[in-house]
């Protein structure tokens, strides 16, 4: 995957200067791009910055929107907040694992698909709620995902 965009991270470094305070920004840009933040970008903004390495992993894994792992084209967020967990959040994440085949943490093996579980999504009133991407679903039940997947080309997982 990242071969493929490599120039990217090239594109993305020329809108910054050289300096370290902009740390935060390329990496947001790289993880808008790639779904996470790759070793070879990280390299290359080690470079770049001419930082170690191991600030570049303490930002990253300080911050819950950036991620060293893949994630999927879509990015599934269950909310699991108070409410959410009371009308019924957890059954949508046994229909999750029974339409996709995926369970929290996970990604499919198209890469198409990733589940997380979030503490709050900040929708308790139309709970049930999960995100796809930059999307909210709200007053979910179960049997609606289904049709939410297969509108994102998620029959082809089940």
């Known amino acids: 995957m990242f071969e493929e965009g490599e120039h990217m991270i090239e594109s993305i470094l020329k ?13 947001q840009d790289i993880q808008r791009t790639y779904n996470y933040l790759p070793r070879k970008a990280l390299n290359e903004v080690r470079e770049y910055l001419d930082i170690p390495l191991s600030s570049l992993y303490s930002m990253a894994t300080f911050y819950r929107a950036l991620s060293l792992k893949p994630k999927g084209k879509y990015v599934i967020r269950v909310c699991d907040g108070t ?19 995926l369970l929290p943490g996970e990604i499919t093996p ?44 998620g029959e082809e997982n089940g």
């Open 15 to 27: 809108r910054y200067p050289k300096e370290r305070r902009f740390l935060l920004a390329i990496l």
């Open 83 to 101: 409410a959410c967990h009371i009308r019924g959040s957890m059954n949508l994440l046994e229909e999750i694992k029974r339409e996709l085949s």
């Open 110 to 153: 198209d890469g198409k698909f990733s589940l997380e579980t979030v503490n709050c999504l900040g929708s308790c009133a139309i709970a049930p709620v999960m995100m796809i991407n930059e999307r909210v679903y709200g007053n979910l039940k179960p049997d609606m995902l289904k049709e939410i997947f297969s509108s994102l080309g």
